[in-house]
C-alpha cells in the first residue's frame, strides 16, 4: 500500500516545479551550501520550474546584515540567485504565528505550561534511570477551559503517538519513522515568537516550494514538519508534502565531516583568497555527490540538461582541494584573456597594464591553477629593474653565464624584427655557432629576464618586455660585457 507521503508526492510532482535554498545567515555561505542551492537551482532550471531563496533570519542574535550580503553576494558569484526577490523569515513571523493559532483552535496543538526547571528535572531523571526523554506532558490532553491565563506557556505540536511515517526520499529512499519518536515539538516560545520548525513549514507551503533538495542532517526534520502539514492540511485543506531530496553532507578527504581543519569553507575564500573561478567551483560541486557517466569537464548548460536527483548518490562525498584546482586550470585556460587579467590584475603589486597583461595571458594561463598563479607569472612583466633574482635565478648566473648573456646581448640587439619566430632562429643559430645546446642559452637569458628559472616560453618573454626592455635586463646582468657588445653594435 502507497504510503501516505508517496501520495502526495504524487500531487507535488503534478504541479509545477519549485525549489528554496534556506541559509541562516550566521555567517559566510558555506561550500556545503553552495551545492545545496547548486542542486535546487538545477532541479528548478531541468524542469522549467522556479528557484527561490529565503533567508532564514529568525535567529536575531546571530543573523547579521554583513552575513546576509555575503550569502548574496556568493551566490550571484556562481550564477545561482534566486529567480524572484529574496524572503525574509523573520519578517513573515506574524503568519508563522497565526497558523500555531489556527493548529491550537483545532485542537492539533496545546498550551503547555510546564516550566523550565520542570523540564529538566524530568530529563534527569530520564538519565538517571539510562532511557530516553519522552515528553509526556500532563498539558497534551488538558481541557482548554483549564488552562491558566496569569502563566507563561508555550504552544506545542499534538504528534501522532501510533502508526509510523513514511517518507519517500529521492536520494535516501524509503525511510519509516514509528511515530512514538515524534516529540511534541514547541510551535511558540512562551514570548509568542515562532519557532524554525514552525516557520519552515508555513513559508515552504507558503512559498509555493514542491521539492525540498537540503542536507540529509535535516532528515529527522522532515518527520516532525509532515505533522504541521498533515494536521494544516486537515484544517483548511491544499497543504501538500513536498517531495524530499536529503543529499548526503560533505566529508572532508579523511572522511570526516568538513570543518575548518580541512580548509576554506566559505566561498569567498574559494574566490578571494584562492583565486578560483566560479565556473570551477560550479563544476566542481556539480560533481560533489552527483555524476553523469565518466564526464568531470560539464558546462553550464550541459548540467542542465543533465541534472537529476536519481544520481546523486547515497554517501558523503570527499572534498578533494587538488582535483578542484585541477580543474580550476581548466577553466583558466578556457577563460577569455581581457577578464583573467581584469581578474589578476588587482592581486598584483605596483601599476599593472592590462592590456599588457591581457596579451600575455594566452602565455601564462597554461601554467597556472588559479588566479594567484596567474598573477605570479604575470609579475615579470611589470618589476623594475634591476630585478630582484630569486636564490635560484642567482645561482644561475655564473660568470660564465654571465659572460654568455653579453653574448646573447650583442646578437639580439642586432635583430630589429623582435618576433617569436625571428628570435628563435636567431638564438638557435648562436647556440649552433658557439657549439651548445639551446637550453644553454635559455636558462641564463630566463633568469636575466625574468628574475626566476621558470617562465613562458623564452621567445614569448622576449616578445612580451619589448626590444629595449628586454635588452636592458639582459643588460643589467651580463654587466660590461653586454654594455660593450650593445655599443659595438650600435644597439
Known sequence: MASESALNDGAAGSRAVVTRFAPSPTGYLHIGGARTALFNWLYARHHGGTYLVRIEDTDRARSTEPAIAAIFDGLDWLGLGGDEPATFQFARSA?????????????????????????????????????????????????????????????????????????????????????????????????????????????????????????????????????????????????????????????????????????????????????????????????????????????????VEWFDIAHVGKSPSRFDLAKLLNLNGHYLREADDARLAGLAAPRMAGVVDEALLAQAMPFLKVRAKDLNELADGAAFLFVQRPLALDPKAEALLSPEARALLGKIAGRLSAENDWTTALLEASLKAQAEELGLGLGKLAQPLRAALTGQTTSPGIFDVLVLLGRDESLARIADQAGAAAQISREHTGG
Open 95 to 303: 503568519r508563522h504565528a497565526a497558523v500555531a493559532h489556527q493548529l491550537l483552535d483545532a485542537g492539533h496543538a496545546y498550551r503547555c505550561y510546564l516550566t523550565s526547571a520542570e523540564l529538566t528535572a524530568r530529563r534527569d531523571t530520564a538519565q538517571a534511570e539510562r532511557r530516553p526523554f519522552r515528553l509526556e506532558s500532563e498539558w497534551r490532553d488538558a481541557d482548554a477551559a483549564s488552562w491558566p491565563e496569569d502563566m507563561p506557556y508555550v504552544v506545542r505540536i499534538k504528534s501522532p503517538r501510533e502508526g509510523e511515517t513514511v517518507i519517500e526520499d529521492e536520494v535516501q529512499g524509503t525511510v519509516t519513522v514509528a511515530n512514538v519518536e515524534l516529540d511534541d515539538f514547541v510551535l511558540l516560545r512562551s514570548d509568542g515568537t515562532p519557532t524554525y520548525m514552525l516557520a519552515v513549514v508555513v513559508d515552504d507551503h507558503d512559498m509555493g516550494v514542491t521539492h525540498v533538495i537540503r542536507g540529509d542532517d535535516h532528515l529527522n526534520n522532515a518527520f516532525r514538519q509532515l505533522v504541521i502539514i498533515r494536521a494544516m492540511r486537515g484544517i483548511e485543506g491544499g497543504w501538500q508534502d513536498p517531495v524530499y531530496a536529503h543529499v548526503p553532507l560533505i566529508h572532508g578527504a579523511d572522511g570526516a565531516k568538513l570543518s575548518k581543519r580541512h580548509g576554506a569553507l566559505g566561498v569567498d575564500a574559494y574566490r578571494d583568497e584562492m583565486g578560483v573561478l566560479p565556473e570551477a567551483l560550479f563544476n566542481y560541486l556539480l560533481r560533489l555527490g552527483w555524476g553523469h557517466g565518466d564526464d568531470e569537464i560539464i558546462a553550464r548548460e550541459q548540467a
